[in-house]
């Protein structure tokens, strides 16, 4: 059974930074690709961004573009997201996900393994 561990979540003040790790077990990691999406209070959940499996391309929802970074490291299953200049509706539980396949992609469905969520709360 596959397992997703985020951690990195908090308090921070609009304009800092954070950075969310997920942990991955498995020996499969580096075969497909991984995402995170947020769910804000009352919303539903929503693509942030994405990372295929080999870590060349990645892919951003228009309102993170340029603030946040995707990252992976396969040699120890973790997927990254660095989170700067961090804005009140950033609020939200993060999930990491791990896709069907090793292509980016960007609907919820695609993603076939989920983890707990990391809660990012960011105060004006």
């Known amino acids: 059974q596959v397992q997703l561990v985020e951690s990195g979540g908090g308090l921070v003040q609009a304009g800092g930074s954070l950075r969310l790790s997920c942990a991955v077990s498995?020996?499969?990691?580096?075969?497909?690709?991984m995402g995170w999406f947020r769910q804000a209070p009352g919303k539903e959940r929503e693509f942030v961004a994405a990372?295929?499996?080999?870590?060349?391309?990645?892919h951003y929802t228009d309102s993170v573009k340029g603030r946040f970074t995707i990252s992976r490291d396969n040699a120890k299953n973790m997927v990254y997201l660095q989170m700067n200049s961090l804005k009140p509706e950033d609020t939200a539980v993060y999930y990491c996900?791990?896709?069907?396949?090793?292509?980016?992609?960007?609907?919820?469905?695609?993603?076939?393994?989920w983890g707990q969520g990391t809660q990012v709360t960011v105060s004006s």
């Open positions: 996900a791990r896709g069907v396949s090793g292509l980016v992609r960007a609907t919820a469905a695609d993603y076939n393994y």
């Open positions: 498995g020996r499969t990691f580096s075969k497909y690709a």
């Open positions: 990372i295929e499996r080999t870590g060349i391309t990645t």
